[in-house]
């Protein structure tokens, strides 16, 4: 059976940086792409970075460009979130997800993701 397990998540100080990891298993990581989504308080769930089952494929929302970086280890069946310059708007539980039709391209849209993992707390305060 499928499973995804986020962790990684924490308390950390604005300006800090954590690294969330996504480890699959039940499936080959490389055949879906994986996306990490986000849901702050009172907010709806919103889509920040994916990357494309090949790899050949990322994105980021605008808002986390430029400080947090995705990257995957199909040995470890791993996808990563690495982030950087964390702010208090960073706040959130954050969700990875699998999307078993983007292996070349990936979306931050959540219908596209069929398989979800529970969820790791980032709370960035002072």
């Known amino acids: 059976q499928l499973h995804l397990v986020e962790s990684g998540g924490g308390l950390v100080q604005p300006g800090g940086s954590l690294r969330l990891s996504c480890a699959a298993s039940?499936?080959?990581?490389?055949?879906?792409?994986i996306g990490w989504f986000r849901q702050g308080p009172g907010a709806e769930r919103e889509g920040i970075s994916c990357?494309?089952?090949?790899?050949?494929?990322?994105y980021y929302k605008k808002s986390v460009k430029g400080r947090f970086s995705i990257f995957r280890d199909n040995d470890e069946n791993t996808v990563y979130l690495q982030m950087y310059s964390l702010k208090p708007e960073d706040t959130a539980v954050y969700y990875c997800?699998?999307?078993?039709?983007?292996?070349?391209?990936?979306?931050?849209?959540?219908?596209?993701?069929?398989?979800w993992g529970q969820g790791t707390q980032v709370t960035v305060s002072s």
């Open positions: 039940g499936l080959i990581l490389d055949d879906y792409g």
């Open positions: 997800a699998a999307a078993q039709s983007a292996i070349a391209h990936c979306s931050s849209n959540i219908d596209e993701y069929e398989r």
């Open positions: 990357i494309s089952g090949n790899g050949g494929y990322m």
